[in-house]
């Protein structure tokens, strides 16, 4: 009956309006502070306590202005829709027992100075739990409206959530309790032996049996897990296949930062902490923690050259310098529409920061000696470079130009203008080539090395060369996840190159942090290999992602086999099969020991290289690459009939 009249009443649109909106917080403050003005009142009336003639005008005075003034410190008046009971509770309690505690002391201070007692202790207890009785009251009933009228509530999302320990309880009760949840927790899966078929608190605790997944998800008509984020590794050591199969969705409750009680913006609700799983989360590792100290030691309030500072890499770069305190950070690149918006971002995230936009080619020597002679950075950072593979199969001489060319330019003017410190970024790809694009960076890397000892050798080694390489980084462009996200948007297919290709990956942030404290770690020569976890096979990857778009492999999206492309090998390496590794203080950075080269006979060689890069000599250019790195063997290439010259010729 009360619902049907209530329903009946919020079919009235000003009526709907003005019971369904929250009360504005001024009111709450009033009522609140009436609730503890009425308080006194009745506990003053009774009073037996004070001294005799003793007016109670004072007292009750100082309590009300006590309890406001709480009030507007914890600002328990707010929110009081959106807040769970439990959290709405806690608030509450902590207000009335600050005021109380604040009371109690003043009321012991002054009878032990004038002897006078205006208000007996037990009547201030008796004050604040009649003050706090009545306003969760007065809380509870307009939660109660505000859902009774609004009809928030009604159209939750039933969810299992994963584990049963306390704090996964605690969770799926919040959720439960919100007033404007968009989740109903339903039960908790225990994939552990110790506890289940039992209920706590009415949430029945269901034991996980990968048999029987889909049943007791069907059996409480939900489609949906929803999971701690420090959970993240249970969900990554296999149970995501699981789930996944059984097309159930995958939800994270990430975690929750403490609400600041200064921005009317806030949305404390635990709900909207809750985000569909993504399959960076399912490929990533635990945290790699850097050195971030050390790292500003060195960075901090120095000028820092970065290159390529517009791509995935070099723009996080670019940030994660900023966050460490840089005086100025020059930033080079030749893609303007790019550098544009980089250079927006850093002004609404880091508009303290000095920032130098630098539009140019990294193969112009006198643009690049203005841009040293200007700035005289300390730190240079080079990430430009051409990274596609099959693109550079068959631009061959602009990935020599780019580079290695490239390279040697900011090479050799970090030696003029007395860098500190030179940082090269590589790939896993420069190890046992099969591609112009990873011959064309170990070329780099042989020349930044072989300077690096010249240097030594002829008692110049004031700027350290250091060069770091890592696989494939999730998200940058270009790379495979967007570009699968987009043929599963379109409907399929998906398409791989090969079945049984593998790679291994890394989120930018974290290469990029590892850059930066290899770079400030290194002493000079260094080839930097990072620990990149795992390998991934592709075909796996794509089939997790048509998963978790909750589709079906084969069936609403279908995966094809495309065929390797020009220069792609099956698996990438981060050493060759001569190269060892020395470990350093972080145990996710390793120093590669590779074959070093004389630098008078890699000069020699690049007056020959750059003279073919630049002709368009290509057959011979990539000659000359392959008798530079005797390991570059290509593979699925047009190049492939030169190892057979090079052969025939040793033989």
């Given at each position: ?13 000003f ?6 909106n929250?009360?504005p ?15 006194c009142?009745?506990?003053c ?37 959106r ?5 709405d ?44 009785a ?18 928030a ?6 969810v ?15 959720l439960?309790n ?13 994939i ?8 706590l ?26 999971f ?7 969900i ?55 050195d ?6 060195h ?6 050259l970065?290159t ?16 460490l ?5 020059v ?21 303290n ?28 950072f ?66 930044v ?11 110049n ?36 190159t ?16 590892l ?17 990149m976890g795992?390998?991934?096979k ?12 909750g589709?079906?492999v ?27 590794t020395?470990?350093?203080h ?27 890069a ?10 000359t ?27």
């Amino acid at each position: 009956m009360g619902q049907k009249f209530w329903e009946r009443l919020s079919r009235y649109g000003f009526i709907k309006t003005v019971l369904a909106n929250p009360a504005p917080r001024w009111m709450v403050l009033i009522a609140d502070t009436f609730i503890v003005l009425l308080s006194c009142i009745l506990t003053c009336t009774f009073n037996t306590t004070s001294a005799p003639g003793v007016s109670s005008v004072f007292p009750v005075t100082a309590i009300v202005a006590t309890y406001f003034c709480i009030s507007l410190i914890f600002k328990s008046y707010w929110y009081i829709i959106r807040l769970s009971v439990i959290e709405d509770m806690y608030r509450l309690a902590l207000h009335v027992s600050v005021a109380s505690i604040i009371l109690v002391s003043a009321s012991l201070i002054i009878e032990a100075i004038s002897g006078t007692r205006y208000l007996g202790i037990w009547n201030l207890i008796i004050i604040a739990v009649f003050s706090f009785a009545v306003m969760m009251c007065m809380r509870l009933l307009m939660k109660y409206f505000y859902t009774l009228i609004t009809g928030a509530g009604n159209a939750r999302k039933p969810v299992i959530m994963l584990g049963s320990t306390i704090n996964s309880f605690v969770f799926a009760s919040a959720l439960k309790n919100e007033t404007e949840g968009q989740f109903d927790p339903v039960a908790l899966l225990n994939i552990s032996n110790n506890r289940y078929d039992t209920t706590l608190n009415g949430i029945p605790i269901l034991k996980y049996e990968q048999e029987n997944v889909k049943a007791i998800f069907d059996k409480y008509g939900c489609d949906t897990l929803l999971f701690l984020s420090t959970q993240i590794e249970q969900i990554r050591s296999g149970l995501a296949d699981v789930f996944l199969e059984n097309h159930i969705k995958l939800l994270m409750l990430n975690q929750i930062e403490e609400f600041g009680d200064n921005s009317d913006k806030l949305e404390p609700n635990l709900s909207t902490h809750v985000r569909n799983i993504k399959i960076e989360d399912l490929l990533g590792r635990a945290t790699i923690q850097t050195d971030n100290p050390h790292i500003s030691q060195h960075i901090y309030n120095q000028v820092v050259l970065i290159t390529g500072a517009a791509g995935s890499i070099g723009s996080e770069i670019v940030r994660q310098v900023a966050m460490l305190g840089a005086k100025e950070i020059v930033l080079v690149d030749q893609a303007e529409t790019p550098m544009h918006e980089l250079q927006l971002d850093m002004e609404e995230s880091f508009p303290n920061t000095k920032i130098d936009l630098i539009i140019g080619d990294i193969t112009n020597w006198e643009r690049m000696e203005r841009v040293f002679r200007k700035f005289r950075p300390k730190y240079v950072f080079h990430a430009a470079a051409y990274k596609h593979v099959p693109m550079m199969e068959h631009n061959p001489s602009e990935a020599i130009l780019t580079n290695v060319f490239g390279s040697k330019n900011l090479a050799d003017l970090s030696v003029k203008y007395n860098v500190d410190k030179f940082v090269m970024i590589s790939t896993d790809k420069a190890v046992n080539p099969t591609n112009i694009m990873g011959a064309s960076k170990r070329i780099a890397e042989i020349y930044v090395q072989s300077l690096f000892f010249n240097l030594i050798k002829s008692g110049n080694g004031h700027t350290k060369f250091i060069t770091t390489r890592f696989g494939n980084v999730l998200g940058s462009s270009g790379s495979v996840i967007p570009r699968f996200s987009k043929q599963i948007e379109d409907g399929g297919p998906v398409t791989v190159t090969h079945r049984e290709i593998i790679r291994y990956f890394m989120t930018i942030p974290e290469a990029c942090s590892l850059v930066l404290e290899a770079g400030c770690m290194g002493n000079g020569g260094e080839i930097y290999i990072f620990d990149m976890g795992r390998p991934i096979k592709i075909y796996d990857l794509a089939c997790r992602m048509i998963s978790l778009a909750g589709l079906k492999v084969g069936e609403d999206i279908k995966i094809v086999e495309t065929g390797l492309r020009p220069g792609e090998k099956l698996y990438e390496e981060l050493l060759n099969d001569k190269e060892k590794t020395i470990a350093t203080h972080h145990k996710k950075i390793m120093i590669a020991q590779v074959q070093t080269y004389e630098y008078s006979d890699i000069l020699e060689s690049f007056d020959q290289l750059y003279q073919l890069a630049k002709s368009g000599e290509v057959h011979n250019l990539v000659t000359t690459m392959k008798l530079i790195v005797p390991e570059f063997h290509s593979q699925n290439s047009e190049w492939e009939n030169i190892d057979k010259e090079i052969n025939e010729v040793s033989k």
